[in-house]
């Protein structure tokens, strides 16, 4: 494997441009944090994929996927088009002896995860699942904090995710064949990710879907609220919605309450506040340079393709997540 890792996008859209804007600081090696990577883009639209190429100064654009996949220059590709694709993209990649990062929500069917797991197997390359807030400061702290007993034993989970953020007719989301889902399958799958993963394990999950509004150009059904336990007794809620208004746009808090304290935390990652049983309270401001995890994600990513090693957000990992998704899905039909 080259000292510079390059890494295809496959798809030019809104995520690719996040993507890549996070990629910047990782570019170059003897920077701090840096891991010695090149972008190059691939879209069915050439000029959208020179256009792409040019404005985040990358180092070759692609007419179509093809063209990047049979690049022998290209060591790995991030799979950043609808999830309706994601499969038959990630079996071409792997095929072709690619590494792959597929965005999340990474397949709309658990089956697909058995049949890219096998594909993954045979090529003996990484795949990593595009779960950016795994990695986000404060769901590490959140867990390094719950794993030092600093609120002693779990009791409560309570998260909150609450915004007006409503898409366009013409966006590919409102289309559940193309999104695999509705808006908390989409989007929502990020925050049951992180309830899952403060260090119990959810074993028992339902889900709650209020009526869905047909107002405005949103079709999705857009808020869901779920209720769950976890393998150590404690017992939790998650309230998602993008169609209520919130302050600055998505600020709420959550908490976690245990038998000795409590942490209360911004759930987007703001600040985190621990209040134990002895002692002051602390706050804690996990940082907001890499807020979302984007650039741990993409560290995980290159150093797991160099040791050979499974990422932390591996296709095991995020077929766990689907398995509760769909046991939701399951209990909140009418």
């Keep these: 494997m080259p000292a510079q890792l390059r890494i295809a996008f496959l798809g030019c859209g809104f995520i690719t441009r996040v993507h890549s804007r996070h990629l910047r600081a ?18 069915r639209d050439t000029a959208k994929a020179e256009a792409f190429a040019r404005e985040q100064g990358g180092a070759a654009s692609y007419g179509s996927y093809d063209a990047a996949l049979d690049d022998p220059l290209v ?18 990649a792997l095929a072709a002896g690619k590494h792959v990062l597929v965005e999340k929500p990474a397949f709309p069917r658990l089956d697909d995860y058995d049949a890219v797991c096998a594909a993954r197997d045979r090529a003996g390359r990484v795949v990593l699942v595009g ?10 702290a959140l867990r390094a904090l ?5 609120i002693g034993d779990l009791v409560f989970a309570h998260i909150t995710t609450i915004a007006r953020r409503l898409k366009q ?25 992180l309830a899952g993963s403060l260090g119990p394990a959810i074993v028992a999950v339902h889900g709650f879907r209020p009526a869905p509004s047909s107002d405005g150009p949103d079709r999705r059904a857009k808020s869901m609220m779920i ?8 017992v939790g809620s998650l309230y998602y919605s993008r169609e209520i208004p919130s302050l600055l746009k998505g600020l709420r808090l959550s908490k976690l ?14 600040f985190i506040l621990v209040r134990g049983a002895a002692g ?32 932390a957000m591996s296709l095991e990992r995020a077929a766990a997540d689907h398995r509760l998704m769909d046991q939701i899905y399951a209990s909140a039909a009418p």
């Design 26 to 43: 990782l570019r170059n090696p003897a920077a701090p944090g840096g891991v010695g990577v090149a972008c190059a883009y691939a879209s």
């Design 75 to 92: 060591d790995a590709v991030v799979v950043a088009v609808p999830p309706r694709f994601h499969r038959e993209l990630a079996l071409k």
């Design 131 to 140: 779960e950016n807030d795994h990695y986000k400061p404060s769901a590490v």
């Design 146 to 150: 719950l794993a030092e007993g600093a």
């Design 169 to 193: 007719a013409d966006d590919w989301r409102n289309d559940e064949t193309m999104a695999g889902g509705d808006a908390f399958f989409e989007e929502g799958i990020h925050w049951l990710h």
């Design 227 to 234: 209720a769950f336990r976890y393998d150590n007794g404690a």
């Design 257 to 270: 309450f245990g038998r000795k304290g409590i942490i209360t935390f911004e759930s987007n990652g703001a």
């Design 280 to 311: 002051l309270p602390r706050v804690i401001v996990p940082g907001f340079r890499d807020i979302r995890g984007y650039r741990a994600m993409y560290r995980d990513f290159v150093e797991a393709i160099h040791a050979g090693r499974a990422p």
